[in-house]
């Protein structure tokens, strides 16, 4: 019988590079750290050159604020703090895991995509929320810009 | 504006055209959805560069892309005050 693809798998994509996987989890516990020792991380390029925040940024700031419990400052910074989380969290399981249990990870996360369209809803979500606070909060977003 | 802040300021420039670039050939390689997670994350779009530099012949792109972020951050840390209103970002 076809699989049936309703909508089509980001996350699952991501995950099916083991490398992939894990340098991105590295690169955000390394972010992370960074911003928890004062320290100078990952420079948006958009928000530094053109002052205006990119739909990531705040991220990493709201996800060591969700880290320590501050569930109202990271929502206030970036309210996908929980969703990354849990796609590092699925990173990280996809770059360590032996073979078979990733595959059936990497199995699991397509289907869910593929039924529900999370994946391709989070991720235009995502854009959608950015000009959202743009439109609706600017100064806060430019705010977050200036760090 | 010291000259430190001005410095920085255009190797944020030069990291933002690359930034483009390279995010033309995710979207180009890899399809809108993961093109818009490249847009979201600049970080996974320079993962993606440089995991992907060999195959598309973008390696020196990448090298340059990588200096112009190691000198920006360098530059942002001397340029104290003024160069840290205008760059803050962390994303």
Redo the contacts between chains.
């Keep these: 019988m076809p699989e049936r693809k309703l909508f089509?798998p980001?996350l699952a994509?991501?995950l099916q590079n083991r490398?992939?996987a894990g340098?991105?989890s590295f690169?955000a516990v390394l972010?992370a750290g960074l911003?928890l020792a004062g320290l100078?991380?990952?420079?948006?390029?958009?928000?530094?050159?053109?002052?205006v925040?990119?739909?990531?940024?705040?991220?990493?700031?709201a996800t060591v604020a969700l880290a320590r419990g501050d569930w109202q400052a990271a929502l206030a910074l970036h309210a996908y703090a929980p969703v990354l989380v849990l796609v590092l969290a699925l990173c990280a399981g996809a770059g360590l895991l032996p073979a078979r249990p990733r595959a059936a990870l990497v199995g699991a996360v397509a289907a869910v995509e593929r039924r529900t369209g999370l994946?391709?809803a989070l991720?235009?979500g995502?854009?959608v929320y950015?000009l959202a606070r743009l439109l609706f909060a600017p100064a806060a977003m430019l705010r977050?810009?200036?760090? | 504006m010291n000259v430190f802040a001005l410095l920085a300021?255009l190797t944020?420039?030069g990291?933002?055209i690359i930034?483009i670039i390279v995010l033309i050939k995710l979207f180009q390689n890899e399809?809108a959805?993961?093109g818009?997670?490249g847009?979201?994350?600049?970080?996974?779009t320079?993962?993606?560069g440089w995991?992907n530099a060999g195959r598309l012949n973008i390696r020196n792109l990448m090298l340059i892309w990588t200096a112009l972020?190691i000198l920006?951050?360098v530059l942002?840390?001397l340029g104290g005050g003024m160069a840290?209103?205008?760059?803050?970002?962390?994303?």
């Design positions: 089509p980001v994509l991501l490398r992939l340098i991105i690169t972010q911003l100078p991380g990952w420079p948006c390029p958009v928000a530094h050159t053109l002052g925040p990119c739909p990531g940024c705040g991220l990493t700031r994946g391709a991720t235009l995502l854009v950015w977050l810009a200036r760090g | 300021m944020g420039l990291s933002l930034f399809g959805l993961k818009i997670l847009l979201i994350c600049s970080i996974y320079f993962i993606w995991m972020i920006g951050i942002n840390l840290a209103m205008q760059t803050p970002t962390t994303p």
